[in-house]
């Protein structure tokens, strides 16, 4: 889903195309939702409270849905990442899997209970089923135009992929009348990593200096900020379509488990930026996913402000996917596996931040391999749900009980 520096041995995961580019990962984990109405009892951390909630099914059937954002008029508007396809296929250098790409990604719009996909056509990546595609990771309207972001998570030293005419709009900014329409090209993300390679790949082997994986947008003082989860780097699209760096995200270090084959090791863990929410100052909050191997505790959520250096908002969060703001000023931060990436019996988490240091979980049943939260003008939460399933994916309301 996205792409993660790390070491030779499980190197480029992406969030959610490692769950999140189809990398050095499992099928993801997709179990049964029986019946449209969930009661959910969240079940609370360490130190943390917790409310009463249900979950109601609002669309099912989805291909990898990802991100979500609300438009004028309370339209809800989703990125379908889609299953890949035939178009033109290549072989992963990491995993020496063959991915293929399609036409099989779209937009999707949720209005007064009806769905419809104002965008289709668009490019997906995906090895053989469809599972944790590469594709539109995110959307926002703005000026009557819906703009979206295209991940492109198989890239050269020199920002080319390897899919032809096929991969043309991958790693790209585009837009498109909310109508619908061909899409208009922006500014190219894997181009800007491959000349000035903002966090100069660290963490990385040199084999994996160059990546370029953008997953989150954000519409910001006329133009749009966008996180790039394999770069580690915020970066800001002004009006004329000239991208400049916000923010790079250091690296922390972590010492794995040692096994009866192999010794503790210390390495590089990046951060993967996965998501981000402005506040009603404009200050930029992004979270992240962090890289392997994805232990518990380790992801952060960063404020921003442009002109001033990047600080930490919260830490000792865990695989975030997805921020965003409720209605009371409030940071809800959604755990794609909250006991981390490794743990295949996990499942996802929504928490409320009531400041950095007080948590409320709102919803764990039923939540599994989240990928999107977005608040509604009447401040119900919606959430992409199975958001790695390229059949199963569904977008949920949260209300309390």
Not at 196 to 206: E, F, K, L, V
Not at 307 to 328: C, K, Q, W
Request: with cysteine; aromatic share 6%.
């Amino acid at each position: 889903m996205f792409a993660t520096r790390k070491p030779r041995r499980l190197r480029r995961a992406t969030p959610l195309t490692a769950r999140f580019s189809g990398r050095s990962w499992q099928a993801p984990r997709i179990a049964s939702v029986v019946g449209l109405l969930l009661v959910v009892i969240a079940t609370a951390g360490c130190g943390s409270n917790a409310e009463t909630t249900r979950l109601t099914v609002v669309a099912r059937g989805l291909a990898n849905p990802r991100q979500l954002s609300f438009g004028p008029g309370g339209v809800l508007y989703v990125a379908e990442a889609g299953a890949g396809g035939h178009e033109r296929c290549a072989v992963a250098p990491d995993t020496k899997a063959r991915v293929c790409v399609g036409a099989s990604g779209a937009i999707l719009a949720i209005s007064h209970g009806r769905l419809r996909r104002v965008i289709t056509g668009l490019p997906s990546a995906a090895s053989a089923g469809g599972a944790e595609s590469s594709g539109v990771a995110d959307v926002v309207e703005s000026d009557r135009r819906l703009a979206f972001v295209v991940q492109d998570t198989y890239i050269d030293k020199a920002g080319a992929n390897q899919f032809g005419a096929a991969g043309a709009d991958l790693g790209h900014l585009l837009s498109a009348p909310v109508s619908g329409g061909k899409p208009r090209l922006g500014a190219n993300f894997a181009r800007f990593e491959a000349t000035h390679n903002p966090d100069h790949g660290a963490g990385a082997s040199a084999a994996d200096a160059i990546e370029s994986d953008p997953y989150a947008l954000a519409a910001y003082r006329g133009g749009f900020v966008v996180a790039d989860a394999a770069g580690n780097d915020l970066l800001q699209v002004m009006p004329d379509g000239q991208i400049r760096v916000l923010a790079v995200f250091p690296i922390q270090h972590e010492t794995t488990t040692a096994t009866a084959t192999q010794k503790a090791t210390r390495i590089a863990v990046q951060s993967v930026p996965t998501s981000i929410a402005v506040s009603p100052t404009g200050a930029i909050y992004v979270s992240e996913l962090t890289g392997y191997p994805f232990d518990p505790g380790f992801a952060r959520i960063w404020r921003i402000v442009p002109g001033h250096r990047a600080t930490v908002y919260a830490r000792g969060l865990t695989s975030i996917s997805s921020i965003a703001f409720d209605h009371e000023g409030r940071l809800l931060v959604l755990e794609i596996d909250r006991d981390g990436l490794l743990n295949t019996k996990a499942s996802g988490e929504l928490i409320r931040l009531n400041g950095p240091n007080h948590r409320t979980v709102l919803a764990t049943t039923g939540l599994v391999s989240p990928t999107g939260v977005a608040v509604a003008p009447n401040g119900a939460i919606y959430i992409s749900n199975y958001g790695t399933s390229p059949h199963a994916g569904e977008i949920v309301r949260l209300t309390p009980e």
